[in-house]
């Protein structure tokens, strides 16, 4: 599958300033001072997260960070000091049921017209050989060119 560059700040910034419901003064409310705006929001919750605060975006969803140790299954050992399995972090990702009614919406409306995929993350070689085994898209469907990497 193809690398999608992901959305930055300044990316974000970009897309906040053009809106058309952006009714502030584009001289004093610039794409840098957005920038700027995103980056603090940003470092903030990063140190959330690693102070172990959950985030909520709203919207969106939650960022979750949990501990875990190892308790000895799938051939790693108990969590022990000596034998270098220490406890770790991880972080869960969630998001509301709007935000996931609305991408699987727009997942089988872009298969009904032929887009396989979402706009920007399409289906794996992998994928579409299931999906064309289950019916869900024709024998003959391919991912365009560029999709893929």
């Known amino acids: 599958m193809a690398r999608v560059k992901a959305l930055s700040a300044y990316k974000m910034a970009k897309r906040i300033y053009n809106r058309e419901d952006n009714v502030y003064d584009k001289k004093v409310i610039t794409k840098q001072l957005i920038t700027n705006i995103l980056l603090m929001y940003m470092d903030e919750c990063r140190k959330a997260l690693a102070e172990g605060e959950r985030i ?77 085994k289950s019916g869900y898209i024709p024998e003959d469907a391919e991912i365009e060119k560029g999709d893929e990497g």
């Open 56 to 132: 909520e975006i709203s919207k969106v969803g939650s960022i979750i960070p949990e501990v875990k140790v190892h308790i000895g299954n799938f051939n790693l050992p108990m969590c022990n000091k000596d034998g270098g399995n220490p406890p770790y972090t991880k972080l869960k990702i969630t998001r509301n049921n709007l935000l996931s009614e609305t991408m699987n919406r727009n997942l089988l409306r872009n298969i009904e017209s032929g887009i396989y995929g979402l706009d920007k993350l399409p289906f794996s070689k992998q994928q579409m050989d299931i999906l064309k």
